[in-house]
């Protein structure tokens, strides 16, 4: 599925977030399990939980991997980094009803907006972002000139 658009939303005063259904739909599995993730600051994302654990058990058995044949001595600390970011960085979220989810307390302050404010929802085509507005702002600010040679590149 392509996941494409652009909504703003307002969290409401208990820190729940109301999706439109057409992304709610592309990212919920028929549990209505959602992954909510850290990506760059101002920004969390929301992704299907079969496509999200798929990704990360590939990348967690090649480090497996890469550990066991010795590949990683000398990058401990590199390893404990990623560890301390894997196990930060996700939450496994249930739409309720009306699409709306619980942001999680320690996704609040990583996208940095209070109860009754308002974020961006971005149709990311693999996952559903959902953006500081001023942060969402920047990205367009810097990313949209290169989005004709981009367009073409990825598309060729």
Do not use: Y
């Amino acid at each position: 599925m392509f996941i494409s658009g652009e909504v703003r939303r307002t969290i409401d005063d208990r820190f729940r977030l109301t999706l439109p259904s057409e992304f709610a739909e592309a990212v919920a599995d028929e549990n209505d399990q959602v992954i909510v993730a850290k990506e760059r600051t101002g920004c969390i994302s929301l992704w299907r939980s079969d496509e999200w654990k798929k990704r990360l058990d590939s990348g967690v058995a090649l480090l497996e991997q890469k550990i066991a044949s010795g590949r990683m001595e000398g990058r401990w600390g590199d390893v404990q980094r990623l560890g301390r970011l894997l196990s930060t960085r996700h939450q496994q979220v249930t739409l309720a009803k009306r699409s709306r989810f619980l942001v999680p307390e320690g996704f609040r302050s990583f996208l940095g907006v209070e109860a009754g404010h308002e974020v961006v929802v971005v149709g990311a085509v693999i996952c559903v972002e959902i953006w500081h507005p001023d942060c969402w702002l920047e990205v367009l600010k810097t990313e949209m000139p290169d989005f004709g040679d981009l367009f073409k590149t990825l598309t060729e």
